[in-house]
């Protein structure tokens, strides 16, 4: 069954049900179900091979699922994917990627610095192949991307991977500042706990065992980490 | 060869450029010479039946773009042997059911003068592709970047890519009665192959591909005329040279 829109409550953005997705024998995802607000955050965490890509795919209708994902009417989802594997040589700038976006939303866009001053992307750089940009601003350029669609909705796959760490600040920032000023509604995949604590309203926690679906406080408990890594986790609570 | 046929193979060759852009980009140089193959068999059954070579070689690869696109679906690495063995047999059964010369104007071209209605046709299905390419090149680039980005793009990217194949194996269709399948998959990869080193951007990279094209063409028809021979193999040598020099003049620039 593939994903729809329309039937969902008026408070939520999305609703999925009893989603799972296999591969031949396979299940990467069991009987999934979880309720995004409207202009909330929801972190996706998880032990590596819990599925969290496989979910954002499924969301976004890239995969063959079973069970129910409903979006709401008039969604447009912004969706930034791990670090893609791109030539070096590549002949596409980062304004022609760009470009290509604002033509197929038939926005005809001359000037992208609306969406390259938020992500803090100079133009100089913008123009450059996209092959040559470093990780950080090749994921700059797809989260400015996202942008030229006016989403309301942005799924971001770790963002910060592969980013050093001033980067990762910066584009943690930039998308706390995304969510409220535009109120968008924020899936986000982390590794980075304390991120995840700082920014997010709701935590779905991935693993093969069970599924944990809540605000960070009642999920990230070292118990449940415990359980859910098999490992002793840890991490930094910033106090804001 | 007459002003008609150059025309016609000026607009094959801008179909080629085009369509070669994007296929050098996706990865895809090595694509074109396996579909080739099954024009073989086409041209065989279409002489079998006395219908027109041309017919069951679009046919054919009109079939196997379908193929490549339903094996794409599933794991690459299983594409990627089905392709291998399936396009192989089909060069088996086809060269055994196509007899020794028209065996080798398939595979190089040169088969007399193209009738009028094959003159058409390839002007047609040249312009179909150009028009093609130019319209969806803004959702194709995009494709080629991230399918699942695409597809947030509301970009239909399963209905998107069979058009691009489908337009791949026509493009190789089109050459057949010039230069032969196997040389056509020639023309379609160098020119752009030499246009990418020379390109830093997209519209770069689109006329930079179609201008080499259509050079080689047109410079490999005059040159096969003036020594009596087939335009096809000189056609791509041409396309070959233009490489080469491509090499020197990017070792120039990086000298400078």
């Known amino acids: 069954m593939h994903g729809m829109t329309g039937a969902v409550s008026a408070e939520n953005v999305l609703e999925v049900n009893h989603l799972s997705v296999h591969f031949d024998a396979t299940r990467v995802l069991t009987d999934l179900s979880f309720n995004v607000a ?22 976004i209708g890239a995969l063959q699922f079973s069970g129910m994902v409903r979006w709401t009417e008039g969604v447009r989802i912004g969706y930034v994917p791990q670090k893609l594997d791109l030539e ?22 001359t000037d992208f610095s609306s969406v390259l001053t938020p992500v803090g992307i100079p133009l100089e750089v913008a123009r450059q192949p996209i092959g040559t ?79 944990y679906f809540g605000p960070p406080r009642t999920i990230l408990t070292p118990d449940l980490l415990r359980e859910i890594y098999g490992s002793e986790v840890s991490y930094h609570v910033h106090d804001n | ?24 980009m996706r990865r895809m140089s090595l694509a074109a010479d396996p579909l080739s193959h099954v024009a073989l068999p086409g041209i065989g059954i279409a002489l079998a039946l006395h219908i027109h070579p041309v017919f069951g070689a679009v046919v054919m690869l009109a079939f196997g773009a379908l193929l490549v696109w339903a094996l794409e679906d599933r794991a690459r690495a299983t594409t990627e042997s089905a392709i291998a063995v399936l396009f192989s047999a089909a060069l088996a059964v086809g060269s055994m059911m196509t007899t020794g010369e028209n065996l080798i104007d398939a595979l190089f071209g040169g088969a007399g003068v193209p009738s009028w209605s094959e003159k058409i046709f390839g002007l047609s299905v040249a312009s179909a592709i150009v028009l093609f390419i130019l319209l969806s090149k803004n959702s194709l680039v995009i494709m080629m970047v991230s399918p699942d980005v695409a597809r947030t793009a509301d970009i239909k990217v399963r209905r998107l890519e069979l058009l691009y194949l489908e337009a791949f194996a026509l493009t190789i269709a089109l050459g057949l009665r010039y230069l032969g399948v196997l040389l056509m998959g020639a023309l379609i990869i160098i020119p752009a192959v030499t246009a990418k080193r020379l390109s830093h951007g997209l519209s770069s990279m689109l006329w930079f591909s179609v201008a080499l094209s259509v050079l080689s063409t047109a410079l490999g028809s005059a040159i096969a005329t003036h020594l009596h021979r087939e335009a096809g193999p000189i056609t791509v040598l041409v396309a070959t040279a233009l490489f080469l020099l491509s090499l020197l003049a990017r070792r120039q620039r990086s000298a400078d």
């Open chain 1, 38 to 59: 409207k202009s909330s955050s929801v972190a996706v965490i998880g032990p590596n091979g819990a599925g969290k890509t496989i979910l954002l795919r499924a969301l």
């Open chain 1, 88 to 109: 070096r040589d590549i002949p596409i700038t980062g304004v022609d990627f760009l470009s290509a976006r604002a033509a197929v939303a038939h926005k005809p866009v």
């Open chain 1, 133 to 211: 940009m470093s990780g950080g601003q090749f994921q700059r350029l797809l989260i400015a991307f996202a942008l030229v669609g006016g989403p309301n909705v942005l799924l971001l796959d770790e963002p910060t991977a592969g980013v050093d760490e001033p980067g990762q600040e910066h584009l943690n920032e930039l998308v706390r500042r995304l969510q409220k000023d535009q109120s968008l509604t924020v899936l986000f995949i982390s590794h980075e706990l304390s991120v995840v604590y700082k920014n997010a309203d709701q935590v779905l926690c991935l693993s093969r065992a069970r599924t």
């Open chain 2, 1 to 24: 060869m007459t002003i008609e046929t150059l025309l016609v193979a000026i607009a094959m060759a801008v179909a080629a450029g085009l369509v070669g852009s994007l296929a050098v």
